[in-house]
């Protein structure tokens, strides 16, 4: 069976080499989801008749990109064209889009060959991927913990070998943290770098897609294959896109990193904060400079997003109504009946409470009080990253303050799951660019170090992460699952 988790690139010689084709890794990755996917759940839905008919036509030719025959899954909340997608949420189930999202397009174009729809919790809303509609999924290290989430799906998938990578989305976190939790690297765009076409908004201000992949430098092959202006999406920033591959040079001397002391008093465990320190020292061997920043408003940056995100949730959800498309509750005694009982039973426990929420927070007397205040707190979190910057070229910390946690540990403290985040939710909010990259293990489990980067200054996020990863091994370790053996 062929080790997908080998590199886009050595699968893509490999192939230019007659030593594979696409049928070979189609095949190879749809066996691995049957044998696999059965205790891991990472999969809505798997599309083996197009693969295989879609890699049949790629066999046929040489490969020309480095995408060109590569299986790939989506997190169910970018658009497929004929395909399901609902977001993880029973109410958009049966919903086939007549369009395809703009990633969706730019990888099919390039020849990617899309494989499945990833789970996810119920749109995006959750950091575990218990919050589906459908089932949880599990961690390739470890089928008693979590993935993450909300992308949790997409990083199982990669982790297990399923898939070569996969897109998932980030409002809060939902990339890096199951990135870091699965052992694989998670890479969150510049707000405005990716087009938001066709991915199903849960916070439009703060949602962004990015890729999940086995190595860095895969991720910048990803994010180039991604990255651009769309018109269809007022967001989507008119900017050239870099190199972003040719800039991994390996090279970080002289590199100003900024360690934030804010984030170093956010409840991490001791014994991330060892593999944290470890990190810290071999970049400075690589020699990076470490120097303290602040960042004072962090404190505030958790209250600050579970407004803001909510609230645009009231309204972006406030679609799903029963009457378009997706679920439709049985039943109903008139039209207002109908509305209530399908958005009832459509839609998950967390769902509503996000719901509740941003309505609350929008209503009248209540705005000013907080979605107002929420705003201008965000204003602020972004200027101490300004200012940081202004210091340094990067900032640094742990992705998360533990390692991955036991399935069912959380569900009954939303609270407590939602400090999961707490590292990477200041990120959306300033709208910046971050990447998350294995960094050790605690007890088996994986941990992940995120890198933080200035406004659309994607290159020097990865050119640091590029060099630590190959000053290490951690990319490089598997879990038992995806070498042939039980987690």
């Known amino acids: 069976m062929v080790e997908l988790g080998i590199g886009i690139r050595q699968l893509h010689d490999a192939l230019q080499r007659r030593e594979l084709t696409a049928t070979d890794l189609a095949e ?29 036509v790629l066999s046929g030719q040489a490969p020309q990109g480095l995408l060109e025959g590569i299986p790939f899954a989506l997190k169910d909340n970018m658009t497929t064209r004929g395909v399901e997608t609902t977001c993880g949420s029973k109410i958009l189930s ?31 809303m959750g950091s575990s991927t218990e919050n589906s509609g459908y089932f949880p999924t599990r961690n390739p290290w470890d089928l008693t913990v979590v993935p993450g989430g909300s992308s ?31 052992g694989v690297v998670g890479l969150k765009p510049t707000y405005g770098r990716v087009s938001r076409y066709g991915l199903v908004s849960y916070a439009s201000s703060l949602d962004q897609i990015g890729p999940i992949t086995n190595t860095v430098e ?65 970049l400075r061997a690589l020699g990076a400079s470490i120097h303290e920043v602040t960042l004072p408003h962090t404190a505030y940056a958790l209250s600050a997003y579970y407004l803001i995100a909510p609230a645009e949730a009231s309204s972006n ?9 997706g679920f439709r509750a049985k039943d109903a005694d008139n039209l207002l009946d109908m509305y209530n009982k399908t958005r009832s039973q459509g839609f998950g426990t967390e769902v509503k409470r996000r719901i509740l929420i941003g ?50 540990e959380k569900t009954s403290d939303p609270l407590t799951m939602y400090l999961s985040d707490i590292y990477t ?29 200035k406004m659309f200054d994607e290159a020097t996020v990865l050119r640091a992460a590029h060099a630590y990863e190959k000053a290490t091994d951690w990319t490089s370790r598997r879990p038992q699952i995806a070498k042939g053996g039980r987690a």
């Open 425 to 453: 939710i200041p990120v959306n909010l300033a709208g910046l660019p971050a990447i998350s990259v294995p960094c050790g293990f605690i007890s088996g489990l994986p941990a992940g170090l995120q890198m933080i980067g």
């Open 359 to 408: 309505t609350y927070a929008l209503s009248s007397g209540y705005y000013d009080a907080y979605y107002k205040r929420a705003q201008q707190v965000r204003t602020l979190i972004r200027r101490d990253f300004e200012e940081a910057f202004e210091e340094v070229d990067l900032i640094i910390s742990p992705t998360a303050p533990t390692t991955a946690f036991k399935l069912g």
């Open 28 to 56: 190879d990755s749809i066996a691995r989801i049957r044998e696999w996917d059965k205790d891991v759940q990472a999969f809505l839905k798997v599309t083996e008749d197009d693969a295989r008919q879609r890699a049949k």
């Open 152 to 182: 949790g799906g997409s990083a199982a998938a990669v982790a297990a070998g399923m898939v070569a990578f996969a897109l998932g989305s980030d409002t809060g976190g939902s990339i890096r943290q199951p990135a870091s939790y699965c």
């Open 317 to 325: 959800l406030a679609r799903y109504d029963g009457v378009r498309y």
């Open 94 to 124: 049966g919903y086939i889009p007549p369009y395809s999202a703009a990633v969706t397009e730019k990888l099919e174009a390039q020849g990617g060959n899309l494989v499945g729809k990833l789970n996810m919790d119920e749109f995006a």
């Open 218 to 282: 895969d991720a910048a092959i990803v994010l180039q294959a991604i990255a651009g202006h769309d018109q269809r999406d007022s967001t989507s920033v008119r900017l050239e896109v870099p190199d972003f591959v040719s800039a991994l040079s390996g090279d970080i001397r002289g590199l100003k990193i900024g360690l934030p002391k804010e984030y170093l008093d956010l409840g991490m465990d001791e014994s991330m904060r060892a593999v944290f320190d470890t990190a810290v020292n071999q």
